[in-house]
């Protein structure tokens, strides 16, 4: 099976081809580029033609995308909606099923793969405003809800109980009580995870469940109050 994998959770843009191979074990990465900088609207209709024009090219009629995969968040309002809205019309033009996952889910499950014993482990990601978005697993398996908090407050968010390994955006646990944790060099999703976080469905021809961004708090943009009604002072 060959998918396409967008991401636009963090401040890179992410176009990826994995491939699960007849009879195989696990995802092959068949190619990735990754763009930093925020520049979504600007890069990712590029980048998306370009993998898809190598596995053409390099793969012929082999490489017929059957699903496309998007990294659903949680992460920035506009870089999620680019990135989902990019995936969705895509999907829809070419037939195609459009399934979401969670980005955090998708760091987990590199960090398992890379570590096969099922650890406690914390995964965070840069939501700005001096927060993080974090999540807690059990290997790959999560334990708990999905949050966002200052990084100040994540020990007591996680009743005192210290996590074996931390992933994602690391550094923001500088300065904390879990500054000590180990750390995983797994920092984003990769095309690899994001399948693999929803290997079952995709692998089963499961139909995919609605695109809903996790944004876990409102955006920054308000719309306008609506003007003052004038009163009539007239007698």
């Known amino acids: 099976m060959l998918a396409l994998t967008l991401d636009t959770s963090t401040s890179d843009s992410s176009v990826g081809l994995v491939f699960w191979p007849p009879g195989g074990t696990g995802w092959r990465t068949l190619g990735e580029e990754r763009v930093p900088g925020n520049v979504h609207v600007?890069?990712?209709?590029?980048?998306?033609?370009?993998?898809?024009?190598?596995?053409?090219?390099?793969?012929?009629?082999?490489g017929a995308v059957q699903a496309v995969v998007v990294g659903l968040?949680?992460?920035?309002y506009t870089g999620l909606r680019i990135g989902i809205a990019t995936a969705a019309a895509y999907g829809d033009a070419a037939?195609?099923?459009?399934?979401?996952?969670?980005?955090?889910?998708?760091?987990?499950?590199?960090?398992?793969?890379?570590?096969?014993?099922?650890?406690?482990?914390?995964?965070?990601?840069d939501a700005k405003r001096r927060e993080v978005f974090w999540a807690r697993y059990l290997g790959a398996r999560r334990i708990g809800p999905l949050g966002v908090c200052p990084p100040a407050?994540?020990?007591?968010?996680?009743?005192g109980c210290v996590p074996q390994l931390a992933a994602g955006a690391t550094r923001l646990l500088d300065g904390t009580a879990l500054q000590d944790v180990p750390r995983s060099p797994v920092a984003a999703p990769s095309p690899c995870g994001l399948a693999a976080a929803i290997?079952?469905?995709l692998l089963?021809?499961?139909?995919?469940?609605?695109?809903?961004?996790?944004?876990?708090?409102?955006?920054?943009?308000?719309?306008?109050?609506?003007?003052?009604v004038a009163r009539n002072l007239t007698a």
């Open 95 to 125: 037939g195609l099923p459009v399934h979401g996952v969670c980005g955090l889910d998708a760091v987990a499950h590199d960090v398992s793969r890379a570590a096969p014993d099922e650890q406690d482990l914390l995964v965070v990601a």
């Open 42 to 62: 600007e890069q990712l209709a590029p980048m998306l033609e370009r993998r898809l024009r190598e596995a053409r090219e390099r793969h012929g009629q082999a």
């Open 199 to 201: 290997a079952q469905e």
């Open 204 to 228: 089963s021809g499961a139909a995919p469940g609605p695109l809903a961004p996790l944004y876990l708090r409102a955006p920054d943009a308000k719309p306008p109050a609506a003007p003052a």
């Open 153 to 159: 407050e994540l020990p007591e968010l996680l009743d």
């Open 73 to 76: 968040g949680p992460g920035p």
